[in-house]
């Protein structure tokens, strides 16, 4: 059993209240009890070590784990971005391919209409423009009122899909941005409505009551297989301007 003693000149006292005794110094163990002391710090040292070394390999692990999942996530990225390449040079292919055979058939059509020059003309004429009764209410009456109804032909032919006719009439003959091929005939604006919307429009701005404006909400698109081409019907509120000679069909 272990003693709690003092250091004394001439060797060690023991000291009756123990551990709790002011003056201890030291601890007198016996060899057992030494032995099994020695063997606890090992152990815990031997536990320390082994903890150590496990959390060292379950961080390699985690590392090699995160470098499996990086690599693995850059694999798919480059796979992708392939792919993408691949995908933007066939989509530059069918793009040039597609103009192309566009360029191709406006050339032909205006040569089939003696469209002059045939690789410049943008392949768009004037069929016929007249003036026609539309009816519109106006503080809940109905109105009527006399708008010019002009039919342009396109250079695309009947055998196009209306869908695909459609969206390269608008593209090319409404775009977005750039110059509106109608203003050549002296439609000035436009107005996303109908008549009344143009009402409502001119209320707020009298300069559109004085131009040639466009009205979207009557704008039609037809297939004329006299003629063997698609055309776009535009109502506007004015007659058209002097239409230009090469807009003209022949």
Not at 56 to 82: D, L, P, Y
Not at 138 to 166: C, D, G, H
Request: charged share 35%; proline share 3%; glycine share 4%.
């Amino acid at each position: 059993m272990s003693e709690f003693v003092k250091k004394t000149m001439i060797g060690y006292k023991e000291l009756d209240s123990g551990h709790a005794d002011p003056e201890c110094t030291h601890v007198i163990l016996t060899l057992k009890e030494y032995d099994g002391l020695l063997r606890e710090i090992s152990q815990a040292e031997q536990k320390a070590r082994d903890e150590k070394r496990k959390a060292e390999e379950e961080k390699r692990s985690s590392q090699s784990r995160e470098q499996q999942t990086v690599q693995k996530a850059n694999q798919v990225i480059e796979k992708w971005m392939k792919a993408l390449e691949k995908e933007k040079a066939e989509s530059a292919y069918q793009k040039g391919l597609n103009e192309n055979l566009l360029r191709i058939a406006r050339e032909r059509a205006n040569a089939d209409r003696k469209l002059k020059p045939k690789k410049e003309h943008s392949g768009y004429v004037v069929v016929v423009s007249s003036e026609k009764v539309y009816r519109y209410k106006y503080n809940r009456r109905l109105e009527a009122v006399k708008l010019w109804e002009t039919v342009i032909q396109s250079p695309y032919s009947i055998e196009f899909p209306a869908k695909e006719a459609k969206k390269l009439i608008l593209q090319e003959f409404f775009p977005e941005t750039g110059e509106w091929e109608a203003a050549r005939l002296g439609i000035e604006r436009w107005v996303a409505g109908d008549y009344e919307d143009f009402l409502s429009a001119a209320d707020k701005n009298e300069e559109f009551m004085k131009q040639n404006v466009a009205l979207m909400g009557y704008r039609s698109f037809r297939a004329n297989y006299r003629a063997g081409y698609w055309e776009v019907v535009l109502v506007h509120t004015r007659p058209l301007g002097v239409v230009p000679k090469d807009m003209r069909v022949s």
